[in-house]
């Protein structure tokens, strides 16, 4: 059960990109959990997942000895799921989803985009965060970080375009 959990269903496994397609697999589930449930229980359950990832991930290395293994992705889903949890914010109805003018799809594409980006350059705190902690804490932090920093910057974007357009 512990390498299902975090491989995030074994789609840490595929053979090209892992942190892309955990990221994709956990985009996917955090938008269902937006349009039917809300940004709250998005963010608790993101919460809950990260604490019990990082007791699991400390067991793994602690077995293996391997620190950060790229098949662990769980911390791609705890990392999409908080930008997902700040950026859209909103949840939206299935009709809903690709009308641009609510910016729903554009937020969400923006934070997966955002938080890809901040994941693998890990500029300034990210970086640190990857480079010095240990354990859990340093294979979670990481992403986490990226996930808080890709919503922000998703939303913000999404606020500059509404206040332009409201300029044209």
Not at 23 to 38: E, T, W
Request: neutral net charge.
């Amino acid at each position: 059960m512990n390498w299902f959990f975090i491989t995030l269903g074994f789609s840490g496994l595929a053979p090209k990109a892992p942190g892309t397609v955990g990221s994709l697999v956990s985009l996917i589930f955090g938008v269902l959990i937006l349009i039917y449930l809300d940004a709250q229980t998005l963010f608790l359950a993101t919460v809950l997942i990260s604490l019990i990832a990082i007791k699991s991930i400390n067991k793994y290395e602690q077995r293996t000895g391997i620190h950060d293994d790229k098949r662990i992705v769980i911390d791609e889903l705890a990392g999409m799921w908080f930008a997902l949890s700040v950026a859209p914010a909103t949840g939206v109805v299935p009709s809903e989803i690709m009308n641009l003018e609510n910016g729903f799809l554009i937020q969400v594409l923006l934070s997966f985009a955002l938080f890809r980006y901040f994941d693998i350059a890990k500029p300034s705190i990210i970086g640190r965060i990857d480079r010095e902690a240990k354990g859990g804490v340093g294979v979670m932090g990481d992403d986490i970080i990226a996930g808080f920093a890709a919503g922000i910057s998703s939303a913000a974007l999404w606020q500059i375009w509404l206040k332009v357009q409201a300029l044209l």
